[in-house]
């Protein structure tokens, strides 16, 4: 995936708000306002494309363990995030797309019922 079709997919999510919370090269994607997806602008620009994703911390190990591509999240939490680097072509779009379902879903999953429920 490419820069923009990365964005396009995340925003198509119902709830996803994209903005700068941080500085003008993060980009941050949040469902209801909390963060599922993090893209420096900059490093994505000099060739360092890859994306920090929350994850379930057993799942998170065990993608660590299969993929080189996959380790704990740069600058978050090395337990609920992982880094995903694009440049190794190890990780297919179809893939890459089941992980931003995947932590799209955990910070869904946190919300209180009313707020989950205000998605449907």
Same mark, same amino acid.
């Given at each position: 995936? &490419?820069?923009?079709?990365? #964005?396009?997919?995340?925003? *198509?999510?119902?709830? %996803?708000?994209?903005?700068?919370?941080?500085?003008?090269?993060?980009?941050?994607?949040?469902?209801?306002?909390?963060?599922?997806?993090?893209?420096? +602008?900059?490093?994505?620009?000099?060739?360092?494309?890859? =994306?920090?994703?929350?994850?379930?911390?057993?799942?998170?190990?065990?993608? #660590?363990?299969?993929?080189?591509? =996959?380790?704990?999240?740069?600058?978050?939490?090395?337990?609920?995030? &992982?880094?995903?680097?694009?440049?190794?072509?190890?990780? *297919?779009?179809?893939?890459?797309?089941? +992980?931003?379902?995947? *932590?799209?879903?955990? %910070? %869904?999953?946190?919300?209180?019922?009313? %707020? #989950?429920?205000? +998605?449907?």
């Amino acid at each position: 995936m &490419n820069i923009e079709q990365l #964005r396009q997919y995340c925003i *198509s999510k119902k709830g %996803v708000t994209e903005d700068f919370p941080f500085d003008a090269d993060t980009l941050v994607f949040k469902v209801l306002g909390k963060m599922f997806a993090l893209i420096g +602008l900059e490093k994505w620009e000099a060739g360092q494309k890859a =994306i920090n994703l929350k994850c379930d911390p057993v799942y998170a190990q065990e993608l #660590r363990a299969d993929y080189e591509a =996959i380790y704990p999240g740069y600058h978050m939490s090395k337990k609920h995030w &992982n880094t995903i680097d694009l440049t190794l072509d190890e990780i *297919s779009p179809k893939f890459l797309a089941e +992980l931003i379902d995947h *932590s799209y879903a955990m %910070v %869904v999953k946190g919300m209180p019922k009313k %707020v #989950r429920d205000s +998605l449907n």
